[in-house]
């Protein structure tokens, strides 16, 4: 059954995160254009690890004090917050790469970071979710699955 509180229970945590989230990326956007101002155009993919490792740890500790409760130590959160931080950076440089071979994504890199943001924003959320409180995506659906044989 569909109640206030498991509506909130979903929607508060994914607001909290967006919160954060839009702190960090505003830090990530700034530094990636300062350093594509600064190095020009060529060095998109610089631009990313160095834009995203400070949108990284801007998160982590946003979301350590704001969004998730922490149920690990914290060294081990940050080990597993890193290690799925770093194959996001991998997935987004990619992203931005393969997006940056057609001419129209590179005039446009507004909307390459937006549509690679847009795609990072899940698979952040769920790793994050999972490093700081040891939640799964399995934990969410087997609780769907018992409510709708209910």
Not at 17 to 23: C, E, I, M, R
Not at 47 to 59: D, K, M
């Amino acid at each position: 059954m569909i109640t206030k509180a498991r509506i909130k229970d979903f929607i508060v945590p994914k607001l909290k995160y967006g919160a954060s989230s839009v702190v960090a990326t505003s830090i990530d956007y700034l530094v990636f254009f300062s350093v594509v101002h600064l190095l020009t155009v060529k060095y998109t993919t610089l631009a990313q690890v160095i834009a995203y490792s400070c949108g990284l740890l801007t998160n982590f500790f946003l979301q350590k004090s704001f969004v998730f409760e922490l149920k690990r130590t914290v060294s081990r959160t940050f080990q597993l917050s890193l290690t799925f931080s770093l194959l996001g950076l991998v997935i987004s440089s990619l992203l931005i790469y393969l997006f940056s071979q057609f001419q129209f994504f590179l005039e446009y890199l507004i909307l390459t970071k937006v549509i690679v943001t847009g795609i990072m924003f899940a698979y952040n959320f769920y790793t994050k979710r999972f490093a700081f409180e040891r939640k799964r995506l399995d934990d969410f659906k087997s609780r769907a699955t018992n409510q709708s044989s209910k």
